[in-house]
């Protein structure tokens, strides 16, 4: 309680539990009290300052190669079973991350924290001709799970070897998951249309609160407009999403401008996912060193994890797709790592099966690549 309350900008727990000590249970009251009222109150980010201290990026990148018997190739690290799942193959060109996001869970992936720098494949050409794909079948494959897709600007040639690798593979639909800005290194490479790239966009006040080092709004939106002006399909993860003061205004206001900015034919797929944590994240979170109010809510179980209520989730997603009227029909709708049965409250639509979806998604993408 100590820790979450110095974080949030709150007042003290030696403020709160004003008592002397022959009252101890009334000061802890006290204090739980004023916890939970904080949390169910909610975040309010005007005015807060979480003190970030930018760090020397040149100092904190230690590269060094992932693991020789690791595969690079593999399921989707975060799926689970009481979740609807889209099948999505993650591809590890790199592990860790720095755009030091308060709530990164990539920490959490691997033996070796993303605090401790960045694993690069150096061997990332021989391994991606290694793989043994079905010639036959669709993969779909993606990159932004264990790191950003886009962080490293193919300084070590792993844009390079993605882009031969998808002209080989036709069949292969890959996706570069990004919060970054950095898109004309990928662009200079002249990608394939089965290349398709994706940013994470979030609300302003998200953005400069909890993504320190990722790339502004302004940014991130400039360079999807680059890549879509360049033939590429886009598209968009509303991920993690989560309530605060003036969240509809925000996330209605990146809606609008979306549509403003884009075509459907532009854009392959918008997701939208809330804020979930793995049970040691927490714990994590807490020793970050400076302030954050990403813990500034109510905690419930969610299919494993840690989340806020499904009501709450609900007004999100819903709140995000009424934005964005224009593309339904026109656009892949779906949630990401959320229980089957918020689809149709969020969406208006819903999937029986892992297996329907993936289809979906696949068969809805090639149409698009192939400009249908």
């Known amino acids: 309680m100590a820790r979450d309350l110095e974080m949030w900008g709150a007042r003290p727990l030696t403020e709160i ?19 939970e009222r904080l949390k169910t109150a909610g975040r309010d980010y ?7 201290k930018k760090p020397r990026i040149a100092r904190s990148v230690r ?13 989707c690290p975060v799926s689970s079973p009481r979740t609807r799942c889209c099948n999505l193959l993650t591809l590890d060109t790199a592990r860790g991350c720095l755009h030091k996001c308060s709530y990164c869970s990539v920490q959490d992936f691997f033996k070796a924290p993303a605090k401790r720098g960045i694993q690069i494949e150096k061997n990332l050409r021989q391994k991606l001709d290694a793989l043994a794909l079905d010639p036959d079948a669709v993969h779909h494959i993606g990159t932004g799970q264990s790191s950003d897709s886009l962080m490293l600007e193919n300084r070590f040639g792993e844009l390079e070897a993605l882009v031969d690798f998808a002209r080989k593979n036709p069949n292969v639909i890959l996706e570069l998951k990004t919060k970054s800005a950095a898109v004309e290194p990928l662009l200079a490479l002249h990608p394939p249309r089965n290349i398709i790239c994706t940013w994470t966009l979030s609300a302003p006040s998200i953005i400069r609160c909890e993504e320190h080092l990722a790339a502004s ?10 890549a879509a002006g360049a033939g590429l ?12 003061a003036g969240w509809e205004r925000e996330y209605s206001g990146i809606c609008n401008r979306l549509v403003e900015s884009f075509n459907p034919g532009q854009i392959a797929m918008v997701s939208f996912g809330a804020l979930t944590f793995a049970r040691s994240l927490p714990a ?29 989730k609900v007004k999100l997603f819903s709140t995000a797709y009424a934005a964005l009227l224009p593309w339904h029909g026109r656009v892949f709708f779906y949630l990401c790592m959320e229980p089957h049965e918020l689809w149709h409250a969020s969406i208006g639509h819903e999937f029986r099966s892992n297996e329907d979806f993936e289809r979906a998604m696949k068969t809805s993408y090639i ?6």
């Open 284 to 312: 994590r979170i807490r020793e970050l060193p400076y302030k954050s109010k990403i813990l500034q809510m109510p905690l419930t179980e969610c299919a494993g994890k840690i989340s806020f209520p499904a009501g709450d």
């Open 367 to 372: 149409e698009k690549i192939l400009g249908r």
């Open 217 to 226: 709004l302004d940014e991130r939106l400039t360079a999807a407009e680059k």
């Open 17 to 35: 539990m004003n008592c002397d000590e022959t009252n101890r249970s009334r000061a802890m009251a006290q204090a739980t009290n004023e916890w």
């Open 46 to 52: 005007d005015g807060f300052n979480p003190g970030f």
């Open 63 to 75: 590269k060094s190669s992932i693991p020789a018997g690791d595969r690079i190739l593999g399921p």
């Open 233 to 244: 399909l886009v598209g968009f993860h509303f991920h993690p999403m989560f309530p605060f």
